[in-house]
């Protein structure tokens, strides 16, 4: 490669793409790194940022299944210690029909020694047109408490998926 004059910042654009035997040279630094910022390391499974998505995944608990309404408040998920939690995920009303009435409760503690601090309360009545209920991400530190009540109507079942994340 030709030798192109240094001052005023060395040579244009157009002067370097007019060679066809360009090349870089000089090359300093890590050599190569992945989407995370990090080296091989990462594929052999040492790597910090690794480590903790690890953490993370493994940390994420899925709660899935069906609850046979009984009229009383039943629990769908629950946390209850002195981690970071979030939780979020679907309730299903397909089963609902005319006259059937749901009850859902989301409630949280406040303190470590502290009640359940009601939160939101939602009721749905009838066959819904939209029966997938998304429950949005909540979080708590000292604990979190999701749940449904069916008081009217013929009791049904209810399916649900719900995701709970510690945060490390």
Partial sequence: MPDFPRTGGGATAAEVWAFATR??????GTPRT???GED???????????AKIDAL????TETEGTLTADGTEQQLIATSDNKMHSIEGD???????????????????????GGWVK??????????????LHITTKAAKYGIRLTL????GVFRNFDYILEKLIRT
Avoid: C, H
């Fill in 149 to 152: 009540q069916q008081t009217g």
């Fill in 91 to 113: 309730i299903d009303f397909t089963n609902m029909a005319g006259g059937d009435t749901v009850v859902i409760r989301l409630y949280f503690k406040l303190k470590v020694a």
């Fill in 57 to 60: 995944l493994a940390a994420a």
């Fill in 119 to 132: 939160y939101g309360e939602e009721t749905y009545t009838g066959a819904q047109s939209l029966p997938d």
């Fill in 40 to 50: 091989a390391t990462f594929e052999a499974g040492s790597a910090t940022r690794k």
């Fill in 23 to 28: 090349q870089l040279t000089g090359i300093t």
């Fill in 34 to 36: 992945d989407l995370l």
